[in-house]
């Protein structure tokens, strides 16, 4: 089965979440004076395609290295807007009735397609939609532990509100993934795997998230 890459290329100057430390590369020895070509890297625990794990926002939650990496890998279900029109999503809650229909049991695995990533590199990227409670807890329930979406985060990047779904999910011992693209390119059930990097300690990591199918 051929693989879909669901990860934003990581580059100088992506965009990331307000506040977080903007990416940056530069050459630390090179081929010509050094015998070898080795870059210093700087960027945020967030930055594009990445995990929040539970630490990011609980206390004493687990960590990127404390997880289960069997809840990262195996079937996903994608759900996917009613609407086909993404412009109108701009800053709109997203409820069950917004969604096609969920199935009665989810794999491990859930992510939601909305089409937002493709304003990844716009102003408008920030005024994405946003997961009302009443959804994740429907998906939680439903057996999902993994929460994937295609845009900054699945609560409104500009409130002055919590995160309730961020509290909520991570509360839990759940894991989400923010800044997935691809997802609306998917049918409803596909293989995937995301795979953070080991930090030891921290609270998030960019992960290399891929899916299969048929």
Not at 154 to 167: G, K, N, Q, Y
Not at 185 to 206: F, K, N, Y
Request: hydrophobic share 40%; net charge negative.
């Amino acid at each position: 089965m051929p693989l879909v890459d669901l990860s934003h290329p990581m580059t100088p100057g992506m965009p990331v979440y307000p506040g977080d430390p903007t990416v940056a590369f530069a050459p630390a020895a090179t081929l010509a004076d050094d015998g070898a070509n080795v870059s210093a890297l700087r960027f945020g625990s967030h930055t594009g395609t990445h995990l929040d794990a539970p630490s990011h926002m609980i206390a004493g939650g687990r960590t990127v290295d404390q997880l289960n990496l069997a809840a990262l890998q195996g079937t996903a279900y994608v759900l996917h807007t009613r609407s086909n029109e993404t412009a109108a999503l701009r800053d709109q809650p997203l409820g069950l009735s917004d969604l096609a229909p969920i199935p009665a049991q989810l794999p491990n695995i859930v992510c939601i397609a909305t089409g937002w990533d493709r304003y990844f590199h716009e102003p408008v990227y920030e005024h994405h939609p946003y997961l009302e409670l009443e959804l994740v807890e429907a998906l939680w329930d439903k057996g999902a532990r993994v929460l994937g979406v295609d845009m900054f985060s699945p609560d409104p990047t500009h409130s002055t509100l919590s995160a309730p779904v961020h509290e909520f999910w991570l509360g839990q011992d759940g894991i989400i993934v923010e800044n997935l693209t691809g997802l609306q390119q998917l049918p409803e059930r596909v293989e995937m795997t995301i795979l953070p990097l080991p930090l030891a300690g921290l609270d998030g990591s960019p992960v290399r998230a891929i899916a299969s199918y048929p």
